[in-house]
């Protein structure tokens, strides 16, 4: 409550002082009444878009407080005695209200636009997650076997050779068929609807740890339901971290830490691997674009830190929806 009014009180005065300047280049070129209420309608508008209702409706008192006191015959003079006056504290306050108004109705529906985007791209990935399980999987198994049993067929004398490079061969379609039945499973993991967010992490965590052999600590301090939008978003953000952390770090520990703070879910992912240069301008790469552009749907932040052999540090905070 204390951070909004501060806020609030943070864009009145900002506000307040953009119009000020415009009226001093306004007086000091001595323009018209008529032009000057034009200009201000055009400032008033524009400020209202990045402001909230209490700082837009400041803003049009003030607005009409100065065109009475600067520009209004006689200057220099505060009374609101002429009905034009009224009128234009009217209009000052029926634009500033009408653009809060649609900067808000922008913002849902860029919210609803965001909320049908995530969960296409989680259809999407339930259904190549389906097809992958149900045709090339169970393809890649029917190999598996018509292999062995050829390799059962292979006459007692044939070359060693041959018989090892046949082995190897199999081995390797047994190995790829274990491979996308695991991508199968991390496109349609399911956990963060029937465990939430916590424990969906905790979970992948474990599964990443025991899989590449390394530790992962997770710690986490939420106390409340998070909205599945914001679950999803931040669970495909650890996994992409994660990905990242094992291929290119070398660290053998990473920490991951969930918490609430400022009516934002934060999630940090740190490990004290070999790190990268941030300034180096290469080009970024996919996944890092991605985990960016997930937390940026939701008007999050995101952002990485990292230094050449001191590990790197990546951190996503997404703001909670409020309720409709």
Not at 275 to 286: E, K, M
């Amino acid at each position: 409550m204390a951070r909004s009014v501060w806020r609030s009180a943070f864009r009145c005065l900002y506000s307040i002082a953009a119009l000020a300047a415009v009226t001093f280049v306004c007086f000091r070129a001595h323009l018209t009444l008529a032009l000057t209420t034009c200009i201000f309608l055009i400032v008033v508008a524009l400020l209202s878009l990045i402001g909230d209702l209490v700082s837009s409706i400041v803003l049009s008192i003030a607005a009409v407080l100065l065109l009475v006191y600067f520009f209004a015959a006689p200057i220099f003079n505060l009374r609101i005695e002429s009905p034009l006056d009224a009128v234009a504290l009217v209009a000052f306050l029926t634009v500033s209200i009408l653009m809060t108004r649609l900067r808000k109705q922008g913002e849902r529906a860029r919210e609803n636009v965001t909320h049908k985007l995530m969960e296409a791209e989680e259809r999407e990935r339930r259904r190549i997650a389906r097809d992958l399980h149900d045709d090339i999987s169970q393809r890649l198994v029917a190999l598996l076997w018509e292999l062995q049993s050829v390799g059962q067929r292979l006459p007692v004398d044939s070359p060693p050779e041959v018989r090892e490079e046949f082995e190897q061969a199999v081995e390797q379609v047994s190995e790829i068929s274990r491979a996308v039945r695991a991508l199968s499973h991390e496109l349609h993991r399911s956990e963060t609807q029937v465990q939430g967010a916590a424990e969906a992490m905790r979970s992948l965590c474990g599964t990443v740890a025991k899989k590449h052999k390394i530790n992962i600590h997770f710690t986490s301090s939420i106390k409340q339901e998070v909205p599945r939008e914001v679950s999803v978003c931040l669970f495909r953000v650890l996994q992409e971290a994660l990905l990242n952390a094992v291929k290119h770090s070398g660290s053998a520990q990473i920490d991951v830490d969930l918490s609430e703070a400022s009516k934002s879910i934060r999630l940090t992912v740190r490990d004290s691997g070999s790190g990268f240069d941030t300034n180096v301008s290469n080009r970024p790469g996919l996944g890092l674009i991605s985990m960016e552009e997930r937390v940026r749907m939701l008007r999050g932040n995101f952002s990485i830190e990292s230094r050449p052999n001191s590990g790197t540090t990546v951190r996503a905070a997404v703001p909670l929806r409020k309720p409709a």
